[in-house]
C-alpha cells in the first residue's frame, strides 16, 4: 500500500491576487489614467501640433487684417470709437475649421490606424475613452482659443488708438463677445468629434461636418420656404455664433430673418444641445459596434 503525497501549491498573497482581479475585470482602470493616456496621445500627433499652429495663425491674421481694414474705413469715415473684442473675434470662421479638423482626427485618426482595438482592450468599457478624449480636446481648443485672442490683442495693438478701440471686460457685451470666441470653438470642435465617433472615418466625417457648418446653412437661406425659416434658426452654426455678434449686428440679422429670433445664450444653448446630441448618440453605438 503505498501513499500519495500532494504538494500544495504556494498561494499568491492577497494583495496580488486582488490587483490580478481588477485588471481582469477592468476596474482598476480610473478615468484619469484614460485622461493621461489620451493627453500623451493627443500630444505626440504632428497633426495636433499643426493643427493648433495654424488655428493661432488664422484666428491672429484675420484679427490684424480686420482691424487694419477698419482703420482705413474708419479714417475715411469719421465714424467713433469701437469694441476692440470685435476685431479679436474676427477670424473665428477660420479657426471654426480648423478645431472641426481637430475633433474629428481625435476619434478617426485610431480607426484608420487600428489603434482603437488596443484602445478598448485597456479600457474595455469604451464610455470613458469617449469622454477622456473629449475633455482633452476641449481643453486643448480652449487654451488655444485664449492664446490666440491673446496675441491677437498685441497684434491689433497699433490700430487701437485710430479706432479708439477698447477692451472692457466690465461691459457685459464685451465679456460675451471675448469669452464666446473659446466657449464657441470649444463647442465645434466637440461637435465634429461627435460626428467623428459616429461616422468613424476621417474624409467622411470631415464632409459631414464642413456641410452641416457651412454648405447646408447657405444653401437653406436660398429656399423660400416657411418650413426652412422655422428650421435654420436652429441649425448649431447659426444658432451658437450669435454668440458671437454685438447687439447692432444680431438686430441687422433679425430684421432681415423672419424665424426664431434667439439670444445669444439660448442660441449656444441650442448648438450645445447638438454636440450633446452627438455625443450621447455616439456612446451609445460605440457599446455596440465593433471596434
Known amino acids: 500500500m503505498t501513499t500519495t503525497t500532494r504538494t500544495a501549491l504556494p ?4 494583495a496580488r491576487t486582488s490587483r490580478t482581479n481588477r485588471t481582469r475585470s477592468g476596474d482598476g482602470v480610473t478615468f484619469a ?3 493621461v493616456a489620451e493627453w500623451a496621445k493627443f500630444t505626440s500627433l504632428r497633426s495636433t501640433t499643426w493643427t493648433l499652429v495654424a ?3 488664422a484666428m491672429v491674421g484675420v484679427s490684424v487684417l480686420a482691424a487694419w481694414g477698419t482703420t482705413i474705413d474708419a479714417v475715411d469715415a469719421g465714424t467713433g470709437p469701437m469694441n476692440l473684442a470685435q476685431f479679436l473675434g474676427a477670424g473665428y470662421q477660420l479657426g471654426q475649421l480648423s478645431v472641426a479638423v481637430l475633433g474629428v482626427l481625435t476619434i478617426t485618426g485610431e480607426y484608420s490606424t487600428g489603434m482603437i482595438r488596443s484602445t478598448f482592450a485597456a479600457v474595455p468599457r469604451r464610455v470613458p475613452v469617449l469622454g477622456a478624449k473629449a475633455l482633452v480636446l476641449a481643453g486643448v481648443v480652449a487654451l488655444t482659443s485664449l492664446v490666440s485672442l491673446a496675441l491677437s490683442y498685441l497684434a491689433t495693438m497699433p490700430f487701437h488708438d485710430a479706432l479708439g478701440a477698447r477692451l472692457d471686460l466690465g461691459d457685459p457685451e464685451t465679456l460675451r463677445l471675448t469669452l464666446g470666441v473659446p466657449l464657441y470653438l470649444v463647442a465645434i470642435s466637440l461637435l465634429a468629434f461627435g460626428v467623428g465617433v459616429l461616422v468613424r472615418h476621417s474624409a467622411g466625417a470631415l464632409t459631414a461636418v464642413i456641410a452641416l ?3 447646408v446653412e447657405n444653401v437653406l437661406m436660398l429656399i423660400p420656404l416657411r418650413v426652412i425659416e422655422l428650421i435654420s434658426p436652429f441649425l448649431p452654426s447659426t444658432a451658437g455664433r450669435r454668440l458671437l455678434f454685438d447687439q447692432e449686428t444680431l ?4 430684421a ?3 424665424g426664431a429670433h434667439l439670444t445669444p445664450w439660448q442660441g449656444y444653448g441650442v448648438l450645445l444641445a447638438w454636440v450633446a446630441g452627438l455625443l450621447v448618440l455616439g456612446a451609445w453605438l460605440l457599446r455596440r459596434r465593433d471596434a
Do not use: G, I, K, N
Open 33 to 35: 489614467r484614460v485622461v
Open 256 to 258: 432681415a430673418t423672419s
Open 55 to 57: 488655428t493661432v495663425v
Open 11 to 14: 498561494a499568491l498573497p492577497e
Open 251 to 254: 438686430t441687422a440679422v433679425d
Open 213 to 215: 457648418l457651412l454648405v
